[in-house]
């Protein structure tokens, strides 16, 4: 028993496991017990995913900027997986909206500096380059998940638009942390046609 705790608090504490979800299914909030393969489920938990890598990369060190504005994301992906566990919620649109916003303004000023693409580029580069080409991709992923939702229920369209811009954002962050470091994308080449010498 650890110290400072007596039997009688200990029986009180919360368990992790709950044993409900042992047979396949989970619980919305409202009460609501649905199959753990439910569309509503795979959307929040691709959501709650891109989060977690979210928190991988900023345990990098990111610039203190970068830190901030990838903690408002986090915030605010939490506010949507929220409103996406909760049929007929719609409590996060106010910051979504915001956040499409702020995340076009970043897009933006960071693309600003950027070469110009004349190619398609592979995911490398640099390693935090890399970690925001593997966010990009779980973004595309969790917006597929929340637009295949929106087109069965009634959940409001700027969900899957913030990730849309987010996936976007990403791209173009990924892009910043190679140019910063003077390591050049990675282009895709075009293959060779004819034969060979």
Known sequence: MAPGRSATSMQFAMRIYTKT???GETGLFGN??????????EAYGAVDELNAFLALLRSENPPEQRDSELREIQATLFDL??????????DSLPRVQAGIHAMEGWIDRDSADLPPLKS?????????????????????RAERR???????????EPLGTYLNRLSDLLF??????NHSRGQDDVLWQRPCSGEPD
């Open 146 to 156: 929340v637009w295949a939702l929106i087109q069965r229920e009634d959940v409001a």
């Open 172 to 177: 173009i962050w990924a892009r910043v942390a």
């Open 32 to 41: 609501v017990r649905v199959a753990k393969t439910d569309p509503r489920v």
């Open 120 to 140: 398609f580029i592979l995911p490398g580069g640099h390693r935090e380059a890399s970690l925001y080409h593997v966010l990009r991709t779980v973004a595309r």
């Open 21 to 23: 979800g042992d047979a």
């Open 81 to 90: 997986g929220a409103d996406l566990a909760t049929p007929g919620a719609a």
